[in-house]
């Protein structure tokens, strides 16, 4: 089987979330056995009305309710849990709430691990969108080889276009922290566990980003939250010390910067 895993959260906008499980569900040339949706934390009466009447044809629906808050990665291992407990699923499919996947994003997704046995996690290319679909505003690429060295300066897969074997999650699980680098984060406990990383080179995502996201990534808040997990990834054994301070001396350096440079070399370094 093929199980969806999406948290949601009160920011979410119910037009986006249901453009993306849309195109995640119906509109796949192969369709999945199972959508799992959790909702972390309290969410608006319209968000909350459209998850209790949510119906997918012929797609198994679960919407998982969490109390309060608890971040993306702690979520995601609440749904992992759940669907331990349905069995026999094979492949595990990550999709954000505001994301748009090609129709062709899980078959073609799902060939390449069919044919690739040695590797764990994989992802796609994706095209970076600002508002809606047509203001396409760059591109994330990564690299088809090397992933393995790429790791230890970025996070080696593009999360919300990534498939998993599921049966990794015997051995590993999102870590339990609040912040926000956790693709980053499963993907170096994935390598350390002995598994090899892929990525389908073709464009399968629109990934919604823009000058909002960017925002967030700027400034020192966000380089604390930055330099508490290099050192915790480094306690871990997931990265060696002259590694993990580069990392922290170069994003120190970047983070910053002035808004408007920041933005500038963000958008001619990633947004390709």
């Given at each position: ?79 992992i849990k759940f669907l ?116 389908l080179d073709e464009y ?69």
């Open positions: 089987m093929i199980a969806i895993l999406m948290s949601v959260y009160k920011n979410d906008q119910v037009s986006q979330l249901a453009r993306s499980i849309i195109s995640i569900t119906t509109q796949q040339t192969l369709k999945p056995d199972y959508l799992c949706i959790v909702v972390d934390g309290q969410v608006n009466k319209e968000l909350s009305f459209y998850l209790e009447n949510l119906e997918i044809k012929d797609i198994n629906l679960s919407v998982i309710w969490l109390e309060r808050n608890v971040g993306l990665s702690n979520a995601l291992n609440e749904g331990k407990k349905i069995g026999g699923i094979k492949y595990l499919v990550r999709m954000d709430a505001d994301d748009i996947s090609s129709p062709d994003r899980l078959r073609l997704q799902v060939d390449y691990m069919n044919n690739n046995g040695e590797i764990a996690v994989s992802s796609a290319q994706v095209y970076i969108f600002d508002d809606n679909i047509e203001n396409l505003i760059g591109k994330r690429v990564l690299p088809s080889n090397r992933l393995t060295e790429f790791s230890k300066r970025k996070t080696p897969i593009n999360h919300s276009c990534s498939i998993f074997l599921f049966r990794v999650f015997d051995d590993i699980s999102y870590p339990n922290t609040r912040l926000p680098f956790e693709d980053w984060w499963i993907s170096l406990r994935i390598l350390k566990e002995g598994w090899k990383i892929g990525v399968l995502m629109f990934f919604r980003g823009g000058q909002e996201m960017l925002a967030r990534r700027a400034g020192l808040n966000y380089l604390i939250k930055e330099v508490t997990f290099f050192f915790k990834i480094y306690d871990e054994g997931l990265m060696s010390l002259h590694t993990t301070m580069t990392n922290i001396f170069i994003r120190s350096i970047v983070r910053v910067l002035p808004k408007k440079i920041f933005f500038y070399l963000y958008k001619k370094r990633f947004h390709r």
